[in-house]
């Protein structure tokens, strides 16, 4: 099921940061988007993220990025990336 590993990190003051485990906890154990394509995401460690064949990914960069804005943790100045290993 979780067959794709995503390295997920942003960009800060030109340093590029793997986000926490907490983060990513925070946006896979609530599914505030209503759309159950996300449900195929586990979190594994900082910066780590496994996810199904078809999720697809600039969708889930938005609606990270878009989560970690509203709960406070990437300031507006700063970028979200998603890259498949």
Request: one cysteine or more.
């Amino acid at each position: 099921m979780f067959v794709r590993k995503i390295r997920v990190s942003y960009h800060h003051q030109g340093s590029k940061i793997p986000c926490p485990l907490k983060w990513l906890d925070s946006f896979s154990m609530r599914n505030f988007t209503n759309a159950s394509v996300f449900d195929d995401t586990i979190p594994i460690s900082d910066g780590l993220l496994e996810i199904g064949a078809k999720v697809p990914l600039e969708q889930l960069r938005e609606a990270m990025q878009d989560w970690f804005r509203r709960k406070a943790y990437l300031r507006k100045d700063s970028k979200l990336s998603l890259e498949e290993m």
